[in-house]
């Protein structure tokens, strides 16, 4: 075969060709020839070159790509963080000059609430992305609720989607395991990102779909969820980038649709991380589908209905999905119970109930009860009537709304919708067993309660103290790890009941501190200390317990959060 070669020297800072030829030579042939002391040349197919240097252009140019996708990312971050930071400074500023008027400190309040979540959004997406790339990333596996997990989720999602006035259409089916093993953060993390994109890429007054259900395989719970929107849509381009980090369909200048570009490839190592899988259906104009199926090890279903035993219920419900869920769990485990739609017909069967002398044992006020005060009015009616009779609000409701009105109105327990079997039945058998219970309290009644709060920022320490003052326990504080043992193993035995740990400390840090006072001797060593700490990572979680703390409260402080907490530790 006919080839042309070549002559080259390396000896200066590009390589120059001194001799081409043309001529029948094998196709291995690559010989080195010393044309003087100082200079080495080789002989090689100019094809090879030609190819190599192809290569070495493409390379460059997918650097130079990556390049511009970072500088396109930090512009884009300069502008995202300094939005809801000026929005912080600005309301703040507008708080002070009208500190009297009350509605308009409260507007300011909350507008700030809005800016600081979403700062602590974009800045957490960083992080992430940091810790993936790191090859720090690991995934819990811990036991969890899955009616937790979505109640939690919707929460968090629903107050974008009233804003941009969409409809949210929830579809669960299938399920049969709720208690699963995961990262139920990391989940979480995963289906708010992706709720959260359909609603910034959804016009005002779109459509949201989400379908959650469960299949079983190879001794797994396959967990599927399903997001679909009639949105504006990706194109086939952006869909093949779509995963790549800084990668944004248009820039927020404009879109004005703010956010990292990291997002999705934050997902998407999540999901693989998990073992699991996502695919994405989307076309301009035709709106978009996301399809993620993560398996999970499931427990096998335990309920407890010792406390419902010849118990009659009265439901007050008027959504026919939910209807067919309460007729389901409530026949499947021979718990007698009539149905309403309405409050009249509510009045009407506790009416006819007292004349056949078949009283109600218990009433649950449904999802579509009513909404906003109707009802506590409700609930209020009922207490009225008979104080003792318990009064459970299954809903979806915000727990911090249910919290503040709810113990007021004579509501004794509150189950989240969506529920399955086990959230429904034990949340109910927990209602008869604890006819007076306190749960919807904002705060629970710590009373003779000691805590000893670890905070070395003075700011954060008088936060907590703050929240903490809420709950009628006597607070301590010490300013680092060394201080918090030194007043632990100065107190009387059994003083503090609990210890609130930070871990990033001066002197001596949590985990050493946790240790000294775990290897203090002293009989109430075994005394509860969670860590309280902007370190939420799996890793950091299981750092804390290694060292022998008993759980984890992350920082920034969300106050609904550590108080449900206290209420579930103390």
């Not at 007292?354 to 009433?363: L, M, S, T």
Request: glycine content about 6%; overall charge negative.
């Amino acid at each position: 075969m006919s080839r042309e070669y070549a002559v080259v020297s390396f000896q200066g800072t590009e390589p120059e060709i001194l001799y081409r030829t043309e001529g029948f030579m094998p196709d291995d042939v690559q010989e080195t020839i010393r044309l003087s002391s100082d200079a080495q040349l080789w002989i090689s197919g100019i094809d090879e070159i030609q190819k190599k240097n192809e290569e070495l252009a493409e390379m460059l140019r997918q650097s130079e790509d990556a390049n511009r996708a970072k500088e396109v990312f930090l512009s884009n971050m300069s502008h995202d963080i300094r939005t809801p930071m000026n929005a912080i400074i600005g309301m703040t500023a507008l708080a002070a000059k009208y500190i009297d008027e009350k509605p308009r400190v409260l507007d300011s309040l909350q507008k700030i609430t809005t800016a600081s979540s979403h700062l602590l959004s974009l800045i957490n997406e960083v992080l992430d992305m940091s810790r993936i790339n790191s090859g720090r990333l690991q995934i819990a596996d811990e036991q969890f609720s899955l009616s937790d997990l979505l109640y939690d989720t919707l929460t968090i999602i629903r107050p974008q989607i009233d804003q941009k006035h969409h409809t949210l259409d929830l579809d669960i089916r299938d399920i049969a395991f709720e208690s699963l093993y995961g990262d139920a953060m990391r989940l979480q993390q995963i289906y708010v990102n992706i709720i959260n994109n359909a609603v910034k890429y959804t016009e005002d007054g779109g459509e949201i779909r989400l379908t959650f259900c469960e299949t079983a395989e190879d001794g797994r719970c396959i967990l599927h969820f399903i997001c679909r929107d009639n949105g504006i849509g990706m194109s086939e381009e952006f869909l093949q980038k779509i995963f790549d980090p800084f990668e944004r369909a248009n820039t927020t200048t404009i879109s004005k649709i703010e956010g990292t570009g990291l997002g999705m490839s934050i997902v998407r190592k999540l999901v693989e991380a998990m073992q699991g899988t996502i695919r994405i259906e989307s076309s301009p104009g035709a709106g978009t589908g996301v399809l993620i199926d993560i398996p999970l090890r499931y427990e096998k279903l335990q309920i407890n209905t010792s406390a419902l035993a010849d118990k009659y219920i009265l439901i007050v419900e008027k959504d026919p999905h939910l209807q067919q869920l309460y007729r389901e769990y409530l026949h499947e485990f021979n718990i007698r119970f009539a149905l309403t739609d309405s409050p009249s017909e509510m009045v009407t069967a506790m009416t006819d109930a007292e004349f056949r002398n078949d009283p109600f044992d218990g009433v649950i006020l449904g999802e579509d009860t009513g909404s906003g005060q109707m009802v506590f009015d409700l609930a209020s009616y009922i207490h009225q009537s008979d104080s003792s009779l318990p009064v459970i609000l299954v809903s979806s409701m915000d727990k911090e709304e249910i919290e503040y009105r709810g113990a007021r109105s004579g509501i004794s327990r509150f189950i989240p919708v969506p529920f399955f079997r086990k959230s429904l039945i034990n949340g109910l058998n927990d209602a008869f067993s604890r006819r007076n219970s306190t749960e919807t309290s904002a705060a629970p009644d710590l009373s003779g309660k000691h805590i000893l709060l670890v905070e070395d920022n003075l700011i954060n320490r008088e936060i907590a103290k703050e929240i903490l003052l809420t709950t009628n326990a006597e607070i301590h504080t010490a300013e680092d790890g060394s201080q918090a043992v030194q007043m632990f193993t100065e107190s009387e035995p059994g003083y503090y009941d609990l210890i609130l740990m930070d871990v990033q400390m001066p002197v001596m840090d949590g985990y050493e501190a946790t240790g000294n006072i775990r290897a203090s001797g002293r009989p109430d060593a075994d005394v509860l200390i969670y860590a309280m700490t902007a370190n939420t990572f799996a890793e950091d979680i299981a750092k804390a317990r290694a060292a022998g703390m008993n759980g984890h409260i992350a920082k920034p402080i969300d106050i609904s959060k550590l108080i449900s907490t206290l209420r579930e530790i103390v």
